[in-house]
Protein backbone atom coordinates (compact mmCIF):
# COMPACT_ATOMS: atom_id res chain seq x y z
CA UNK A 1 0.00 0.00 0.00
CA UNK A 2 1.32 3.42 -0.29
CA UNK A 3 0.87 5.94 2.41
CA UNK A 4 -0.38 9.58 1.77
CA UNK A 5 0.76 12.82 2.90
CA UNK A 6 -1.22 15.83 2.09
CA UNK A 7 -0.19 19.57 2.26
CA UNK A 8 -1.44 22.62 0.66
CA UNK A 9 -4.51 24.23 3.21
CA UNK A 10 -4.97 26.84 4.63
CA UNK A 11 -7.26 29.79 5.42
CA UNK A 12 -8.56 32.00 2.39
CA UNK A 13 -10.94 34.26 1.18
CA UNK A 14 -14.22 33.44 -0.99
CA UNK A 15 -13.18 33.21 -4.62
CA UNK A 16 -9.58 32.76 -4.06
CA UNK A 17 -7.52 29.92 -4.73
CA UNK A 18 -5.77 26.95 -3.12
CA UNK A 19 -3.70 23.73 -4.54
CA UNK A 20 -3.96 20.96 -2.19
CA UNK A 21 -0.93 17.93 -2.93
CA UNK A 22 -0.82 14.51 -1.41
CA UNK A 23 2.81 13.05 -1.83
CA UNK A 24 3.04 9.15 -2.35
CA UNK A 25 5.11 6.50 -0.99
CA UNK A 26 5.76 3.22 -1.21
CA UNK A 27 5.10 1.45 -4.39
CA UNK A 28 3.59 1.37 -7.53
CA UNK A 29 1.95 4.64 -7.36
CA UNK A 30 0.59 4.77 -10.74
CA UNK A 31 -1.03 1.45 -10.26
CA UNK A 32 -3.75 3.00 -8.10
CA UNK A 33 -6.62 5.42 -9.02
CA UNK A 34 -6.07 8.38 -6.87
CA UNK A 35 -8.94 10.58 -5.55
CA UNK A 36 -9.81 13.48 -2.83
CA UNK A 37 -12.50 13.54 -0.21
CA UNK A 38 -13.62 16.12 2.32
CA UNK A 39 -15.21 16.28 5.64
CA UNK A 40 -16.91 19.38 7.21
CA UNK A 41 -17.32 19.06 11.01
CA UNK A 42 -20.83 17.53 11.48
CA UNK A 43 -21.60 16.33 7.99
CA UNK A 44 -20.31 12.89 6.42
CA UNK A 45 -17.70 12.50 4.14
CA UNK A 46 -18.08 13.54 0.81
CA UNK A 47 -16.50 12.41 -2.52
CA UNK A 48 -14.79 15.63 -4.51
CA UNK A 49 -12.51 14.22 -7.51
CA UNK A 50 -10.73 11.03 -8.57
CA UNK A 51 -8.18 10.71 -11.77
CA UNK A 52 -7.43 7.52 -13.34
CA UNK A 53 -3.82 5.50 -13.24
CA UNK A 54 -2.39 7.70 -15.68
CA UNK A 55 -4.16 11.04 -15.12
CA UNK A 56 -5.45 11.03 -18.64
CA UNK A 57 -9.30 11.33 -17.40
CA UNK A 58 -11.06 13.09 -14.18
CA UNK A 59 -14.41 12.66 -11.90
CA UNK A 60 -15.89 15.08 -9.98
CA UNK A 61 -18.69 15.59 -7.47
CA UNK A 62 -21.16 18.44 -9.26
CA UNK A 63 -20.45 20.64 -6.64
CA UNK A 64 -17.17 21.41 -7.56
CA UNK A 65 -17.51 20.47 -11.36
CA UNK A 66 -16.14 23.34 -13.08
CA UNK A 67 -14.00 24.75 -10.32
CA UNK A 68 -11.72 22.21 -9.04
CA UNK A 69 -9.24 20.13 -10.66
CA UNK A 70 -7.64 17.27 -10.09
CA UNK A 71 -4.17 16.32 -11.60
CA UNK A 72 -1.19 13.53 -10.86
CA UNK A 73 2.36 13.68 -11.66
CA UNK A 74 3.54 9.60 -11.34
CA UNK A 75 7.48 10.32 -11.65
CA UNK A 76 6.68 12.67 -8.27
CA UNK A 77 4.41 10.33 -6.69
CA UNK A 78 2.03 13.42 -6.16
CA UNK A 79 -1.50 14.14 -6.83
CA UNK A 80 -2.57 17.30 -6.86
CA UNK A 81 -6.30 19.30 -6.17
CA UNK A 82 -6.37 22.87 -7.48
CA UNK A 83 -9.42 24.60 -6.08
CA UNK A 84 -10.09 28.02 -7.58
CA UNK A 85 -13.33 30.24 -6.57
CA UNK A 86 -13.65 28.42 -3.00
CA UNK A 87 -16.37 28.91 -1.25
CA UNK A 88 -17.46 28.88 2.07
CA UNK A 89 -19.43 25.64 1.70
CA UNK A 90 -15.45 24.38 0.62
CA UNK A 91 -14.83 24.82 3.98
CA UNK A 92 -13.43 21.01 5.52
CA UNK A 93 -10.83 18.49 5.87
CA UNK A 94 -9.28 17.55 2.63
CA UNK A 95 -8.16 14.32 2.47
CA UNK A 96 -6.15 11.94 -0.34
CA UNK A 97 -7.11 8.62 -1.15
CA UNK A 98 -5.53 5.84 -3.42
CA UNK A 99 -7.26 2.25 -4.20
CA UNK A 100 -6.19 0.07 -6.91
CA UNK A 101 -9.62 0.64 -8.05
CA UNK A 102 -11.91 3.30 -9.29
CA UNK A 103 -15.74 2.23 -7.76
CA UNK A 104 -14.13 1.05 -4.53
CA UNK A 105 -12.41 4.71 -4.73
CA UNK A 106 -15.00 6.64 -5.08
CA UNK A 107 -17.63 4.95 -2.95
CA UNK A 108 -15.24 5.57 -0.14
CA UNK A 109 -14.02 1.97 0.50
CA UNK A 110 -10.20 3.07 0.02
CA UNK A 111 -6.99 1.08 0.67
CA UNK A 112 -4.97 4.22 1.88
CA UNK A 113 -6.13 7.27 2.89
CA UNK A 114 -4.17 10.41 4.64
CA UNK A 115 -4.49 12.43 7.50
CA UNK A 116 -5.83 15.42 5.81
CA UNK A 117 -5.33 18.87 5.25
CA UNK A 118 -7.38 21.92 6.45
CA UNK A 119 -9.33 24.16 4.03
CA UNK A 120 -11.14 27.24 5.49
CA UNK A 121 -13.11 29.64 3.57
CA UNK A 122 -14.10 32.97 5.03
CA UNK A 123 -17.04 35.19 2.95
Known amino acids: QVQLVESGGGSVQAGDSLRLSCAASGRAFSSYFMGWFRQAPGKEREFVAA????????YYADSVKGRFTISRDNAKYTVYLQMNSLKPEDTAVYYC????????????????RGQGTQVTVSS
Open 97 to 112: AADWNLGPLRAGNFAS
Open 51 to 58: IGRSGDYG
